[in-house]
């Protein structure tokens, strides 16, 4: 199972850092019946095992006047795979890149601060990778559930 590895209180100050990573050591000590530094000391070892990878704001696109978030569906000559990764990830506009199942294929999602920027990126960034077999586009209309990381 994916959480072999870490013991109850562990999983406990997860949950909690999931829920809101600002909680002081203090807070997440008194809710896990710890003192401030066994937090502290757990929260780290985590963080040097890369269990925990960061700590960061989540920002919803669509709270933003005008922002277009999408999702494409890329498939890809194989030889020409590694180039397109390249040059998505080097995008300001991509925000997360999968390598799916199947023939080369590539699960994009971009936000764009307006239509126009969103079309500007799909002439001069898209239209332009080599070895594309197939480009399907999904713009998302409503967030409805959106999980961030994993939940234990």
């Known amino acids: 199972m994916f959480l072999d590895g870490l013991d109850l209180l562990d ?4 949950a909690l850092l999931i829920q809101n990573a600002r909680y002081s050591y203090s807070e997440l000590g008194e809710k896990v019946g710890l003192s401030r530094v066994a937090v502290r000391t757990r929260i780290e070892a985590l963080e040097k095992r890369g269990v925990i990878e960061e ?7 669509q ?16 030889s020409h795979l590694p180039e397109v990764v390249n040059r998505l990830y080097q995008s300001d506009t991509v925000t997360q ?9 590539l ?9 126009e920027a969103l079309e500007t990126f799909i002439q001069e960034e898209l239209d332009c990778l080599p070895g594309i077999r197939q480009i399907n586009s999904h713009v998302i209309l409503s967030r409805i559930k959106d999980v961030k990381g994993l939940r234990l």
Do not use: D, W
């Not at 709270?63 to 194989?78: D, L, M, Q, R």
């Open 97 to 105: 890149i999968y390598r799916m199942t199947g023939n080369s294929s």
């Open 63 to 78: 709270k933003i006047n005008g922002a277009v978030s999408c999702y494409f569906e890329i498939e890809t000559e194989p």
């Open 11 to 14: 999983q406990k100050i997860l």
């Open 107 to 115: 699960h994009v999602h971009a936000v764009a601060p307006s239509q």
């Open 55 to 61: 700590y960061t704001t989540i920002i919803n696109p």
